[in-house]
């Protein structure tokens, strides 16, 4: 059974720092990608950022140079180092593993990253 756990999330003042990591353990198929997804309350669940086993990144616009995501393939492990905080990154970060060769999909439980002005 495939298990993913974030860790990290904590309340931290605007300007301050953050870095969430992700595990994915019981997986017996490579992983394709992984990437952090952030939900706030009455909205949709948004990918903020991505990458895949061989290193290709993605950031939405939002989190552009402010973020950085990296990948442990040795670990089956993600980080998302988040730099210059703002208040409107508080939400609940989900991290989401994707499989080869069927792409099955495998969601964590979250971690809360709160911001605080």
């Known amino acids: 059974q495939v298990q993913v756990m974030e860790s990290g999330g904590d309340f931290v003042q605007a300007g301050g720092s953050l870095r969430l990591s992700c595990t994915a353990s019981g997986i017996t198929n490579p992983i394709n990608s992984m990437g952090w997804h952030r939900q706030v309350p009455g909205k949709q669940r948004e990918l903020i950022a991505s990458i895949s086993t061989d290193g290709n990144a993605f950031y939405e616009d939002v989190v552009k140079g402010r973020f950085t995501i990296s990948i442990d393939n040795n670990k089956n492990t993600m980080y998302l180092q988040m730099d210059s905080l703002k208040p409107e990154d508080t939400g609940v970060y989900y991290c989401?593993?994707?499989?080869?060769?069927?792409?099955?999909?495998?969601w964590g439980q979250g971690t809360q990253v709160s911001v605080s002005a």
């Open positions: 989401l593993v994707v499989e080869r060769p069927d792409g099955s999909l495998h």
